[in-house]
């Protein structure tokens, strides 16, 4: 069975070929046709002056120019012409000496030239002989310029149709993709719903059937996967918002320090856990930054996740102000992201070189450029660096209150430094 990229392409290739087919068609058959119509016309309009002595009523008036001879009765000049013949004139008297008078307009090719031609009987008058009418229409120069623009038309439409097959082409990457990120967010999605409702599932027959051995830290267990379950569906609520351009942010004035210090906290058991260091620092004077917090925040520990998700030893958490911006950098001492994984990272359910997949990264970044500015990664000697850079507007400037520095429970380390630019 094709696949979509093959089935575009192949249409769009299809389509082209179609459209060539028609032109030539209408350079083959229709074009012709009034060409033959409109010299018909003109050598008749011509004829019908010439023999009425008054010249052509505007309305009957063509594009294309009847040339006129007046000959004598056998075909001879006589006294009417004071300067010899063309060589195509030579050609047509030759012709109408060989063959007669036409009957009605006729299409000839003589010497290399198309054309059309009426040779018709003039009777005599009082005051002058029989004489014979000769009208013809050249089309060479029509033809010529017809065939001219056909073969430009066809080469345009031959770079179009390459263009369109390999924009097709491009079109029908772009949908495999897509269709491999769904399936690849479906799979993922399915496996982060199903892990937590395992547990939940567990937990639960174990409180029913009196197995649990501390029912109040199972039914905790049961509280925090659902917590984890509830963050994912509005991480993917997120997306769906933010795609339909429906995101509303709540812009409140807010201290930045007490956020950053609130996700170390959070953070701190789990860091604890793993054996890592969380170290944060905090300058007591950050300033207020206005933004939505709770989505900010989420931001952060999203990519604090991912730092103790991936560090050795140490996370080092930096918030400074530059040029007008809020920097905060997380750091971390891991093996680092390759150079392969490390443009994709924030893409949605990318599976890199450790088939870890989610969403948190590109929530965060999408979260950071709704506020106007950037989140960033690179690699360190050793580990990654996550860089936010967050415009701050002057009330955010404005607002600096010094306030010291909290500790969770010795959980993590802070300090207060100003400029790790």
Known sequence: MLNSKTRLTLFTGLMMALVILLIILAQRFIFPVYLQRIARETILHEADAFLKQTASPPETRVSVQANSLVLLEDFSPGMVYHSSFTRLENALVQHCRQHGFTQGVER???????????????????????????????????????????????????????????????????????????????????????????????????????????????????????????????????????????????????????????????????????????????PADLPDYVGDEANLERAVRNVLNNAVRYAQQQITMFAFTLEGQLVIKIKDDGLGISKKDLKHIFERFYAGSSEQTGIGLSLAREIVRLHGGNLEAQNDDPGTVFRFTLPLSDKGKQTRRPRPARRAKASFDSTEEEDYS
């Open 108 to 282: 000839l090719s003589l010497n290399g030239e198309e054309l059309y031609l009426l040779a018709q009987r003039v009777e005599a008058t009082a005051d002058a002989p029989a004489l014979a009418l000769l009208l013809y229409v050249r089309i060479t120069p029509l033809r010529s310029l017809l065939r001219l623009l056909n073969a430009i038309l066809l080469l345009l439409l031959a770079g179009f149709g390459l263009l369109a097959i390999l924009s097709g082409r491009r079109l029908g990457r772009r949908t495999n993709d897509a269709q491999r990120k769904l399936q690849r967010m479906i799979s993922s999605v399915s496996h982060e719903m199903k892990t937590p409702l395992g547990i939940i599932q567990s937990q639960a027959e174990d409180i029913c059937q009196g197995q649990a051995p501390d029912a109040p830290a199972a039914a905790r267990s049961i509280l925090d996967t659902t917590e984890r379950m509830d963050r994912l569906v509005e991480e993917l609520l997120f997306f769906s918002r933010v795609n339909g351009e429906t995101i509303e942010l709540k812009m409140e004035p807010f201290s930045i320090r007490e956020m950053l210090e609130r996700c170390a906290c959070e953070l701190a058991p789990l860091a604890v856990r793993r054996k890592l260091r969380l170290i944060t620092h905090l």
